[in-house]
């Protein structure tokens, strides 16, 4: 059975991105030499059958990511939009008006025994864990306090307790992996 996993990068203090939205200062270990962190960005492509982002991460992110966006599995975003599916080999964008857990469902049909990754943004992370939806997290805590910017977190209606499953820290981040207590 796979799991939905939720996969973000934060600040120390828990910004998923930086004043004005920057995200540069939180993913410099993506650029980084050592290979520890190698290892654990050779995950993203390996260990999920699809993911699912919203909006607010697809937009901006469809100019840097080019012709060949690095999601190597079906990606489902959430909108208020229905629109057609958008095919950037190897990655099919496909929009989900119906909520977050009808994109998580269909993401776990389309990954069949793989896990799903919740990759962003902080609204559909927290929208994911919010409705139970989440099994594990992997928070890539970038080595830097921003003061500012979009939380991860916000304010959570319930608790939720966590299980850690592992850590690896390099030069410029820690990676940290929890389970959810059930």
Aim: aromatic share 8%; net charge negative.
């Amino acid at each position: 059975m796979s799991d939905v996993v939720l996969n973000m990068t934060v600040s120390v203090d828990g910004f998923a991105t930086g004043p004005d939205e920057d995200l540069e200062r939180l993913h410099q270990w993506i650029f980084s030499d050592a290979e520890a962190d190698a290892e654990i960005l050779a995950e993203f492509a390996a260990e999920p059958g699809a993911y699912v982002m919203g909006m607010g991460m697809f937009r901006p992110g469809l100019e840097p990511w080019g012709d060949e966006p690095p999601f190597p599995h079906p990606v489902f975003v959430l909108s208020h939009t229905a629109r057609e599916p958008l095919v950037k080999p190897p990655a099919t964008f496909t929009f989900v008006t119906g909520g977050i857990e009808e994109a998580i469902m269909r993401a776990k049909d389309a990954a069949g025994d793989r896990d799903v990754w919740v990759v962003g943004g902080a609204d559909v992370c927290r929208q994911a864990l919010a409705a139970g939806l989440v099994d594990e997290l992997r928070l890539h805590v970038a080595h830097v306090l921003l003061g500012d910017g979009l939380p991860l977190f916000g304010k959570l209606t319930e608790t939720v307790e966590l299980r850690e499953a592992g850590t690896v820290t390099t030069p410029g981040v820690t990676h940290v992996r929890f389970r959810v207590v059930r």
